[in-house]
Antibody
Framework: QEQLIQSGAEVKKPGASVKVSCMAS????????INWVRQAPGKGLEWMGWMNPNSGKTDYAEKFQGRITMTRNTYTGTAYLELSSLRSEDTAVYFC????????????WGQGTLVTVSS | TVVTQEPSFSVAPGGTVTLTCGLDSGSVSPTHYPTWYQQTPGQPPRTVIY???TRSSGVPDRFSGSILGKKAALTITGAQADDECDYYCVLYMGTGMVFGGGTRLTIL
């Protein structure tokens, strides 16, 4: 069964960093791009960026440039999202999603990881 | 780039509704690979339509996608109670993608 399994909820203080993991299961990890999408409480979906797990190449949404890093471990089939200089507005559920098709549309989604930023 | 959607829409059971997905500047075309998602509270999104008009596996044929004028459109023909949820479109922009703000659909 193909699935993406994300790490558990995090609570961070403003100014800190958070690293969320996303482990692929049931398919060849390097075959599909990984998107990261977040959703603040009661708000819409926001695309953050994507990564090619084979090459490690990334593209980030302009809004997050400078404080976002996407990495991977091809041996364990795990993708990582790190977001630094956290502020309260970063409180959200963070989803990883496997990209499908020419446009790498998010198709297979992880369960989501709640990151709470609070002093 | 801003992708626009109606914030909310309502339709009677059995009725037809068309949700749209536009760009603040320019027209939506098939090269944006418009994709539509449903989302219920506490769940990840589920694909309804991709590549403008292709229904995802298991999606009922009352859902259809198209380009109408300058926008992508999702039409539900014969709306049912369990269609009530949030709908998001996303457009491919070359080096990334942008989600619309979402439409909350109410079945009255």
């Amino acid at each position: 069964q193909e699935q993406l399994i994300q790490s558990g909820a995090e609570v961070k203080k403003p100014g800190a960093s958070v690293k969320v993991s996303c482990m692929a299961s049931g398919y060849v990890f390097s075959t599909y791009d990984i998107n990261w999408v977040r959703q603040a409480p009661g708000k819409g979906l926001e695309w953050m960026g994507w990564m090619n797990p084979n090459s490690g190449k990334t593209d980030y949404a302009e809004k997050f440039q400078g404080r976002i890093t996407m990495t991977r471990n091809t041996y364990t089939g795990t993708a990582y999202l790190e977001l630094s200089s956290l502020r309260s507005e970063d409180t959200a559920v963070y989803f990883c999603a496997r990209g499908q098709g020419l446009a790498a549309r998010p198709e297979l989604w992880g369960q989501g990881t709640l990151v709470t930023v609070s002093s | 780039t801003v992708v626009t959607q109606e914030p909310s829409f309502s339709v009677a059971p059995g009725g037809t509704v068309t949700l749209t997905c536009g760009l603040d500047s320019g027209s939506v075309s098939p090269t944006h690979y418009p994709t539509w998602y449903q989302q219920t509270p506490g769940q990840p999104p589920r694909t309804v339509i991709y590549n403008t008009d292709t229904r995802s596996s298991g999606v009922p044929d009352r859902f259809s996608g198209s380009i109408l004028g300058k926008k992508a459109a999702l039409t539900i023909t014969g709306a049912q109670a369990d269609d009530e949820c949030d709908y998001y479109c996303v457009l491919y922009m070359g080096t990334g993608m942008v989600f619309g703000g979402g439409t909350r659909l109410t079945i009255l």
